[in-house]
């Protein structure tokens, strides 16, 4: 099975492509959110932010990868947090809201980033 093989920046790359491209197929889609899921621990903040940006843009809705992906960025360390650009935490931001995580804490400590 090929998309058990995919590293955590193929998936990335694959959902960015199919977002882009306007994919319809939403069985594949919420195929690679689940292997998005079963990667996050290995993704860097920055790759966490297109993945989850691209499923946003998809129309994607994996509740589950939404909030250990912010449960992923509450725990990453300051500096972490801190080297990401502000494009990458303001498409991660449009991701959690399009996604409609509901945690006030979350956006309050990556408002805290951008300034």
Do not use: W
């Amino acid at each position: 099975e090929v998309r058990a093989e995919l590293s955590p920046q193929e998936i990335a790359d694959t959902l960015y492509g199919f977002a882009k491209f306007t994919c319809q197929d939403t069985a594949l889609l919420d195929l690679l959110s689940i292997e998005a899921r079963r990667h996050l621990h290995q993704m860097p903040l920055p790759l966490v932010s297109a993945t989850l940006a691209s499923l946003a843009k998809a129309g994607v809705t994996s509740s589950v990868l939404a909030n250990r992906a912010a449960a992923k960025v509450k725990r990453a360390l300051p500096e972490e947090v801190d080297t990401a650009t502000n494009e990458e935490l303001a498409k991660l931001a449009m991701a959690f809201g399009k996604l409609q995580v509901r945690d006030g804490p979350l956006y309050d400590s990556m408002a805290e980033s951008f300034l």
